[in-house]
């Protein structure tokens, strides 16, 4: 089921979420650290007279604080973030260019990998942090060549020191980085799946409706909710064990799966109780699918240690925007029409 689960409902929207505020808050944070040094930085080569690196702080430190008020909203953070982390390490390559600046502007190689992996990402981060460390540590070992003319062994050993260093910290931040993403993955997969059944949970299924809503609402789109709840399944309990039960929860998760359209979303809300989201979907439609459900569920072959048990279900239709406009309005008529259809015999699809 895990397998299903990640290829037709994986969590984007949850994993973003999470994500995206923390990454809001990390790059505020740089934005304004890295103003403040720049400002420093700029002031220092004014009197050095390094007027086009202290020119080109000052903007890059006066840009990232008009950009704070723009953090917290934009669509568009990683392109934010991406063009100034480029100009700040434009800014760290002419340093190390300046000959006439510190001999220690090289230490500021070693940031570029570790702000480039906290603030942008795998991906992004590669691609970004590798051609300056590349181009920076080639510039810098020429320099340092033609300083030393005749480099002795332990001016190479010194070279050597600073682009194993480099290597080093760019291999470190690439696997960190890689392994810090596949945990925060695993933990939102967790934390918005179902255990027993492998699918989404109560929390992401409000997450998703309240999205789709979101999205129909822009595109003028119909959509359609079905609430199911499997009839008389205390007696499953009852009778053969609540072991007996969770195979059937488990086997019905599977079911519903694989019965829907790539586009749909199926979710455990509890209980013996599921949700299905069917997009693009009005009540003509969803009423043909809702049935499909329904049918499949009664023909499935259920079993517990090999042998047969017959489920049914009764499904509750509700059409947005018909039925309701919000979250609680929807599930709200899908629900009462479940129970409808529970007290007037159970195995059947109430739509509007």
């Not at 050993?157 to 925060?184: C, D, I």
């Not at 947005?320 to 259809?341: C, I, N, Q, V, W």
Request: with cysteine.
């Amino acid at each position: 089921m895990q397998r299903d689960y990640e290829g037709r409902h994986s969590l984007p929207e949850a994993e973003f979420n999470i994500a995206d505020a923390h990454r809001r808050r990390m790059i505020r944070l740089l934005f304004v650290l890295a103003s403040g040094i720049l400002f420093v930085y700029a002031s220092i080569n004014f009197i050095e007279e390094l007027y086009l690196l202290a020119v080109l702080q000052l903007i890059c430190g006066v840009a990232g604080l008009l950009s704070l008020s723009r953090l917290a909203r934009t669509r568009h953070l990683m392109v934010w973030t991406f063009g100034f982390l480029f100009a700040l390490y434009v800014i760290v390559f002419l340093a190390v260019l300046t000959v006439e600046g510190s001999d220690t502007n090289y230490v500021w190689i070693y940031i570029i990998p570790v702000l480039s992996y906290a603030m942008l990402g795998l991906r992004p981060g590669l691609l970004i942090s590798l051609p300056f460390m590349l181009i920076t540590m080639t510039v810098l070992v020429i320099q340092q060549l033609d300083l030393y003319g005749d480099p002795s062994l332990r001016e190479l050993s010194n070279l050597l020191n600073l682009v194993a260093s480099a290597v080093l910290m760019m291999v470190f931040m690439h696997f960190y980085e890689k392994g810090r993403a596949e945990t925060q993955r695993q933990l939102v997969y967790m934390a918005a799946t179902d255990a027993l059944t492998g699918l989404p949970n109560r929390g992401q299924f409000q997450t998703t409706l309240r999205s789709v809503i979101a999205d129909s609402k822009r595109r003028r789109a119909e959509f359609t909710l079905v609430v199911l709840d499997l009839d008389r399944f205390k007696q499953v309990n009852d009778t053969r064990g609540h072991d007996a039960g969770d195979e059937i929860l488990r086997q019905l998760g599977q079911c519903m799966s694989d019965g829907l359209r790539e586009s749909d979303f199926v979710a455990r809300l509890g209980g013996e109780e599921f949700a299905v989201i069917l997009r693009e979907a009005s009540m003509p439609v969803a009423a043909a699918l809702a049935e499909s459900i329904r049918e499949k569920i009664a023909n499935y072959p259920f079993s517990y240690e090999g042998l047969p048990i017959q489920v049914h279900a009764t499904l509750g239709v509700a059409v947005f925007p018909h039925d309701g406009e919000d979250a609680t309005a929807l599930y709200k008529a899908a629900d009462e029409r479940l129970y409808r259809g529970k007290h007037h015999g159970r195995n059947r699809v109430v739509s509007a």
